[in-house]
């Protein structure tokens, strides 16, 4: 199993940016997954995560400012992040519940 994650980067305060985990070697469009950060010297924590159903769950910091969603196709799920703040500063690692398995992670830093 490989998730590939990519899409990460640096953005102004209240810009946009999207990333993206391709995920290869498994049943993608059954699996519930989900997009975690850790930014330094916190501990991981749940951003957003959908349903093998589409189903949506976001954490109240980034509720009406983030979107998940998967391409069941194209085995790949996205987090678009709009109006981004410094405090979304954060490796962000795409992951798949019950398999446990995570992805390598993403950098996206928030500054001006």
């Known amino acids: 199993v490989q998730l590939q994650a990519s899409g990460g980067g640096l953005v102004q305060p209240g810009g946009s940016l999207s990333v993206s985990c391709r995920a290869s070697?498994?049943?993608?469009?059954?699996?519930?997954m989900g997009w975690y950060r850790q930014a330094p010297g916190k501990q991981r924590e749940l951003v957003a995560s959908?349903?093998?159903?589409?189903?949506?769950n976001y954490v109240d910091s980034v509720a009406g400012r983030f979107t998940i969603s998967r391409d069941n196709a194209k085995n790949t799920m996205y987090l678009q992040m709009n109006s981004l703040k410094p405090e979304d500063t954060a490796v962000y690692y795409c992951?798949?519940?019950?398999?446990?398995?995570w992805g390598q992670g993403t950098q996206v830093t928030v500054s001006s």
């Open positions: 959908i349903t093998n159903r589409g189903i949506t």
């Open positions: 070697g498994i049943n993608f469009r059954a699996k519930d």
């Open positions: 992951y798949i519940y019950n398999d446990n398995y």
